[in-house]
């Protein structure tokens, strides 16, 4: 079990500029979340995958933002003509079908630091 | 809605000292409950979870937690504070299957230790 995989762990990149990160999720996990954190708060539920169908976007998930998981394995978030806005840490968690609705663990990754300047 | 309302948003504690991390929910159902904590510049580590089995919750590194439906608390706490156990602190509730099982993160606490 090597755990929740994110790359890259940092990237500083140019107001307008697009920038993707991508996620390995632990093998046996069909459910994928993407979530993002800002300095001194929790972190906001960004997205979902069951497999590869994504099944739910927040409402903080403007349309710049997309996210896919086309073979049920890994994940990309990419963030089209970045804002400073934008700058904050990028969390993708795994688990199994269920979530934590049946008190499933849901296991993060070390997160993807974005820095829009 | 699910929510959860972390009542501190800092702690602070002499090393060996008890740690009382408080937290309050609201859910229209049963929810699962848990405890993260976060270290500087790492991922989420979940500390333990409810589930709807006992009340009295144990997890890692001696931390606890007790589900109290009557004042819909899910407090943290530990015996002696250890250096090791300053990081940030967040309770966190479950969505229904429905609504993807995703977790509902409150603002979060963070814990100094003092030496």
């Known amino acids: 079990d090597t755990g929740v995989s994110q790359d890259p762990r940092h990237k500083i990149t140019k107001r307008g500029q697009n920038v993707t990160f991508r996620c390995d999720p632990i093998?046996?996990?069909?459910?994928l979340y993407w979530y993002r954190q800002t300095l001194g708060q929790g972190p906001e539920f960004l997205t979902y995958?069951?497999?590869?169908?994504?099944?739910?976007k927040s409402r903080l998930l403007s349309d710049r933002f997309s996210a896919e998981r086309p073979k049920g394995s890994f994940s990309t978030l990419e963030i089209q003509r970045t804002e400073q806005g934008d700058s904050a840490m990028y969390l993708c968690?795994?688990?199994?079908?269920?979530?934590?609705?049946?008190?499933?663990?849901?296991?993060f990754g070390e997160g993807s630091w974005l820095t829009v300047v | 809605a699910q929510s959860v309302t972390q009542l501190d948003s800092h702690v602070s504690v002499s090393e060996g000292t008890p740690v009382l991390l408080r937290c309050n929910y609201s859910?229209?159902?049963?929810?699962?409950l848990f405890w993260y904590v976060q270290h500087p510049n790492k991922g989420l580590q979940l500390l333990l979870k409810?589930?709807?089995?006992?009340?009295l919750v144990k997890g890692i590194n001696g931390f606890e937690a007790e589900f109290k439906k009557s004042e819909t608390s899910f407090h943290l706490t530990k015996p002696s504070a250890h250096m090791s156990d300053a990081a940030e602190y967040f309770c966190?509730?479950?969505?229904?299957?429905?609504?993807?099982?995703?977790?509902?993160f409150g603002q979060g606490t963070e814990l100094s230790v003092k030496p």
């Open positions: 093998s046996e996990h069909n459910r």
């Open positions: 968690a795994s688990s199994t079908s269920s979530g934590a609705a049946s008190g499933n663990t849901i296991y």
């Open positions: 409810y589930t709807s089995a006992a009340t």
């Open positions: 995958f069951q497999n590869e169908a994504q099944l739910e």
């Open positions: 859910s229209s159902y049963s929810p699962s």
């Open positions: 966190v509730v479950s969505a229904l299957y429905n609504q993807g099982g995703k977790l509902i």
